[in-house]
C-alpha cells in the first residue's frame, strides 16, 4: 500500500467517523430541543405541525404550575437526598470491599472474586426482595430504596481492578515509614483511587436519580416519593384529564407542565455531568476482570 493511498483511506475513514458523531449529535440534541422549546411555547404553538426546535413565542405557563407545585419540590428534595446518601454509601461500600479483593495476600481470594462475580448473573428475583424489605422493615422509608442496591458488583469490580494496578511498591515504603494498614488506605490508596471512585459517584448519582420503580413498590406516602414518579404521575394523570375534553387549553396546559417538568428534572444531572464524564472512559477501560 502507497503513502497516498494510506492518507486516502485515513481521511475516508476520519470522515466517516466525524459524520456519524456529527448525526449522532444531532439525533440526540433535537428531541431535547423538541422538549425545551414545548415546556416555554403558548397554545398556538404547541397544537401546530411539525417540529418546534426553537422557540418562536414564549409562554412560562408550564413552569409556573411546576413552580407553584409544592409536591414536585418535595418530591425534588427527596431525590436529592436519596442520591447523596446512596452515592456516599455506594462510594464506602464499594472502595471497603474492593480493597481487600485486590490484594494477592487475601486467602482464598479467587474464590471470593469468583462469589462476587457470581451475584451479577443471579439474583433473587422482585418477590424475595420485596419480602425481604417488608420483612427487615424498610417499607415507606428512604432506606429501601438504598439499601437494597447499595453495592453494585460492576463498579466493585471496577474500584477493584483500578486498585489492583496501584503499585505495591508506595505500601511497602509506607509501611517502612511506621505507617500501619488503615493509614495507607486513607492517606494513600484514597487519594490514588480518586478518579475511579468519581466513576462510581457519577454512575451511582445517575442511577438514583433517575430511578422511579423501587419507590413505586416500596414507598406508600405521597410526600416521600421521589421525583421520577411524580414526573410519572404527572403525565399518565395529564393524560387521563386531557381525555375526553374538548378544550385545547387545557391540553396545552397539561403538555407544557409535562416538559417544563421533564426539564426541571434533568437540569441537574446536565450541570453535573460535564465535569465527570470524563472519567466515563478511564472507568470503561479498567472495566475488564482479572483475576
Request: aromatic share 12%; with cysteine.
Amino acid at each position: 500500500m502507497t503513502r497516498t493511498s494510506f492518507r486516502l483511506s485515513d481521511a475516508i475513514f476520519m470522515t466517516i467517523v466525524y459524520v456519524s458523531l456529527i448525526l449522532l449529535t444531532i439525533i440526540t440534541l433535537l428531541p431535547f430541543m423538541q422538549v425545551v422549546t414545548l415546556s416555554m411555547s403558548p397554545a398556538q404553538v404547541i397544537n401546530s405541525y411539525g417540529f418546534h426546535f426553537i422557540p418562536t413565542q414564549f409562554d412560562f405557563s408550564g413552569y409556573k404550575q411546576v413552580m407553584n407545585n409544592s409536591l414536585i419540590w418535595t418530591a425534588y428534595g427527596n431525590t436529592i437526598m436519596r442520591t447523596i446518601l446512596a452515592t456516599v454509601l455506594t462510594v464506602s461500600l464499594t472502595f471497603l470491599g474492593a480493597y481487600p479483593l485486590s490484594k494477592k495476600t487475601l486467602p482464598h481470594r479467587t474464590f471470593w472474586t469468583g462469589f462476587v462475580v457470581l451475584t451479577m448473573f443471579f439474583s433473587g428475583g422482585l418477590i424475595p426482595s420485596y419480602i425481604l424489605v417488608k420483612n427487615l422493615g424498610l417499607m415507606n422509608s428512604m432506606w429501601a430504596l438504598i439499601l437494597p442496591g447499595a453495592v453494585s458488583t460492576f463498579l466493585l469490580l471496577i474500584v477493584r481492578n483500578f486498585v489492583h494496578e496501584i503499585p505495591e511498591a508506595l505500601e511497602e515504603s509506607a509501611k517502612m515509614d511506621g505507617a500501619n494498614d488503615v493509614t495507607i488506605l486513607i492517606k494513600i490508596i484514597l487519594p490514588l483511587s480518586l478518579p475511579v471512585l468519581a466513576t462510581v459517584s457519577l454512575y451511582t448519582a445517575v442511577y438514583h436519580w433517575n430511578a422511579w420503580f423501587d419507590s413505586m413498590l416500596y414507598i406508600q406516602t405521597e410526600k416521600k416519593q421521589v421525583l421520577q414518579l411524580i414526573l410519572r404521575k404527572i403525565i399518565l394523570d395529564g393524560e387521563l384529564s386531557a381525555a375526553g375534553t374538548e378544550s385545547s387549553q387545557m391540553v396545552v396546559n397539561t403538555q407544557t407542565m409535562k416538559m417544563a417538568t421533564l426539564v426541571v428534572s434533568i437540569l441537574p444531572i446536565l450541570c453535573v455531568y460535564p465535569f465527570v464524564q470524563k472519567y466515563f472512559v478511564r472507568g470503561t477501560l479498567i472495566g475488564s476482570i482479572k483475576g
